[in-house]
Nanobody
């Protein structure tokens, strides 16, 4: 089970940290990512990391330098640090996980968490 939390309302330029608690999983070979879906828009990838690979994969250049994904395998937790937030970052954010085919991609993730709503006001 993936349980996301940490969403809320923030003013433009502010920061938030989202957390994703992953219970019942063992993080050996893995790929984890954050996706988001803004009102009236299609779901899109935010950022992804995978075991054994340095660095993160960003699905959009607009998030580079502002969003950072990290994982604490001891706590089975994944985080998304978001800085310099913009109104267009308003969305429901989801954490996703794959332990069977652990590579970053757009579709085909095995596990989806619940969403957490981030609202950025101007």
């Amino acid at each position: 089970q993936l349980q996301a939390s940490g969403g809320g309302q923030v003013q433009a330029g502010g920061s938030l940290r989202l957390s994703c608690a992953a219970s019942g999983f063992t993080f050996n070979d893995y790929a984890v990512a954050w996706f988001r879906q803004a009102p009236g828009k299609e779901r899109e990838g935010v950022v992804c990391i995978r075991s054994g690979v340095k660095g993160s994969r960003y699905y959009s250049d607009s998030m580079k330098g502002r969003f950072t994904i990290s994982i604490d395998t001891a706590k089975n937790a994944v985080y998304l640090d978001m800085n310099s937030l913009k109104p267009e970052d308003t969305a429901i954010y989801y954490c996703v996980l794959d332990l069977i085919t652990p590579y970053c991609r757009v579709q085909g993730w095995d596990y989806w968490g619940n969403g957490t709503l981030v609202t950025v006001s101007s």
